[in-house]
C-alpha cells in the first residue's frame, strides 16, 4: 500500500504543476502494477482546495470525480482523521517545531506510521524526515 500526498495529487490534475509530468508517469505505473492507494480526508481537502485555487473549478472537478470512481472500485483508500489521529498529529507538531510541517503532513505521518506505511507518493521531502521513502 503506497500512501498519496497532496503534492502528487495536485501535481497529477494541474498541468502547469512542476512535477505534472512525473506524477503521471509514476500514477499510470501505480495502476498497471495494481497498487492499492491510501491517502487521508485532510490530504482530499487540501488537494481540492488547491487545485480550485491554482488550476481552477474544472481540473478540481475531475479530480473529485476520479476519488469518488476509485474509492468505488476499491482502489484507494481514504483514512478519515478522527480524533485520536489529530491528537498524535497535535504532538507530532509540536515535537517538529523546527520544520515547516503543516498540521495535515503530521496527520499523514500517523496515519503511516499507524499503518506500517513506508512509502509516499509525494514530492515533499518531509516524508524521509518521518521514516517514510518516497517513490519516484
Known amino acids: 500500500m503506497i500512501f498519496v500526498d497532496s503534492g502528487a495529487w495536485i501535481a497529477l490534475f494541474n498541468a502547469r504543476d512542476q512535477h505534472h509530468t512525473d506524477a503521471r508517469v509514476i500514477y499510470s505505473e501505480l495502476g498497471q502494477k495494481q497498487t492499492r492507494i491510501i491517502t487521508t480526508d485532510y ?10 485555487y491554482d488550476a481552477g473549478y ?7 470525480k ?8 476499491n482502489d484507494l483508500v481514504i483514512a478519515r482523521i478522527d480524533a485520536s489521529v489529530f491528537e498524535q498529529a497535535k504532538r507530532l507538531f509540536r515535537q517538529y517545531s523546527s520544520e515547516r510541517l503543516s498540521f495535515t503532513d503530521c496527520t499523514s505521518f500517523v496515519v503511516c506510521q499507524s499503518l506500517g506505511i513506508s512509502s509516499a507518493f509525494a514530492f515533499d521531502q518531509h516524508f524521509p524526515i518521518m521514516g517514510i521513502s518516497l517513490i519516484q
Open 58 to 64: 474544472p481540473p478540481a472537478n475531475r479530480f473529485l
Open 43 to 52: 490530504v482530499l481537502d487540501e488537494s481540492v482546495t488547491r487545485l480550485r
Open 66 to 73: 476520479m476519488i469518488e470512481r476509485a474509492e468505488g472500485t
